[in-house]
């Protein structure tokens, strides 16, 4: 019996067409977003209020991921901009040929912020590369302030956490000191906002963030 | 991964008799799952028997100041040495192939 050394990633294959996905993305100027959270935790909302905010004629598109149904797609299409839904058809998250496929239809270089709602799920999308430049997730004050340390590899790779429906703080048990302080230990770089889809509170914190990330990456 | 064991197999012209892999604590895999689905795909193939060897790497961070690498237990993300926040991620997050077992046909 032989011992052979392979030094190489498991999911190899992934992160090749990641990498390919990245290279694109860089080269037309698009930057691309990966919204990840539990189910129900307010990314459709979150993206419905933010093309809602947008400009016509921004050169923005969604991809959402569902498991079943292009519901979401139908919410997100009411808005004027390019949406198109990936059914994953028993998938519990995104992957990076998934993306690829969804793209191809669409001419890249007209687009410079592609913003891509994952599966609703703390846990699988976190292990696939999609090729982003940047991770946003989205925790609602209705789960509990524990998450993040309860999926701490899902926060760890945050650079911005959304803590979404904060007008529901006066009914639900949420400690918002509690959420900072785990989502700081799991993920010390990762910025935070907090938002109400509902009210519109904090969306404007949301959008600023946004910009200001978007026109890093403008060409 | 069975497509790789399939490709090294190939490659040596031998039988793959185990496959190890490094599994971080951050990677989002939880190792029992990934034996439970790696054991049913192999089951009453021609890759069986095989066997899966997991490694789990735990989560280790590195301080910016003063540049201490350290576990991180318990959530416990600042630096034991200074005190500092501004630690950030250093491994944990592997999920890869380490070795094969390879035996000559």
């Known amino acids: 019996m032989t011992r052979v050394p392979l030094e190489r990633k498991v999911l190899n294959e992934n992160d090749r067409l990641a990498a390919d996905l990245r290279q694109g993305f860089l080269r037309h100027g698009t930057w691309c977003v990966n919204l990840i959270s539990s189910p129900g935790s307010g990314k459709t909302m979150l993206l419905e209020r933010t093309l809602a905010s947008f400009e016509p004629g921004r050169r923005v598109a969604v991809l959402t991921g569902d498991i079943q149904t292009d519901n979401d797609a139908q919410r997100l299409a009411r808005y004027g901009f390019p949406v198109r839904q990936i059914t994953t058809g028993g998938a519990c998250h995104l992957d990076a040929r998934m993306v690829t496929t969804a793209l191809a239809e669409w001419q890249p270089d007209e687009i410079d912020m592609l913003l891509i709602e994952n599966v609703g799920n703390l846990v699988c999308p976190t292990s696939y590369d999609l090729g982003e430049e940047t991770r946003v997730v989205l925790l609602s004050v209705t789960e509990g302030e524990d998450k993040p340390l309860k999926y701490p590899a899902t926060f760890n790779r945050a650079d911005l956490v959304v803590l979404n429906k904060v007008d529901l703080l006066p009914y639900v048990p949420f400690r918002m000191d509690l959420a900072r302080e785990y989502i700081r230990r799991v993920q010390p770089d990762a910025e935070i906002v907090e938002v109400s889809c509902t009210t519109g509170v904090g969306l404007d914190t949301w959008r600023h963030w946004l910009d200001a990330r978007a026109g890093v990456h403008a060409h | ?105």
């Open chain 2, 1 to 105: 991964m069975l497509e790789a064991v399939r490709a090294e197999s190939a490659r040596h012209n031998a039988h793959v008799l185990a496959v190890g892999v490094k599994v971080g604590e951050l990677s989002g895999v939880d190792s029992e799952s990934l034996r439970f689905c790696f054991d049913a795909l192999v089951q009453d193939t021609d890759l069986a028997p095989l066997t899966l060897e997991i490694e789990r790497l735990p989560w280790r961070n590195r301080c910016r100041q003063c540049d201490r690498d350290f576990a991180v237990r318990e959530y416990r993300t600042e630096c034991p040495q200074c005190g500092s926040a501004d630690t950030q991620t250093a491994s944990g997050k592997e999920l890869e192939f380490a070795y094969m077992e390879i035996e000559e046909t």
